[in-house]
């Protein structure tokens, strides 16, 4: 019984464990938000550094680099063409099938 009383002698009136708890909670969220604050400034840093190094090589490519480019784009655009004109012929099928 002395130790009960020792315990809440050294304790202060108005802050009870509960508080004390729920103000230690409070102290890490408020950590957790700042750090993770610091974290997406971090990556819009990181994904802005990157667009405008992607921007400068672009604008260094030299011409034989930027026909390449092009053409790769072209070849992907035949290729979802082709893809196109796979999924309609899919379709008749499967209506011809139905019928």
């Known amino acids: 019984m002395d130790i009960v009383l020792l315990n809440q002698i050294n304790q202060p009136p108005f802050m009870h464990v509960p508080l004390m708890n729920l103000m230690r909670m409070l102290i890490i969220l408020k950590m957790l938000l700042t750090l993770f604050e610091l974290i997406e400034i971090g990556m819009i840093y990181i994904s802005l550094k990157v667009v405008v190094e992607l921007k400068e090589v672009h604008n260094q490519a030299n011409q034989s ?3 390449l ?3 790769l784009l072209l070849l992907l655009q035949i290729h979802q063409h082709v893809l196109q004109i796979d999924h ?3 379709q008749k099928n499967i209506l011809s099938l139905a019928q």
């Open 69 to 71: 480019v092009h053409l």
């Open 65 to 67: 680099m930027q026909i």
């Open 88 to 90: 309609r012929l899919q």
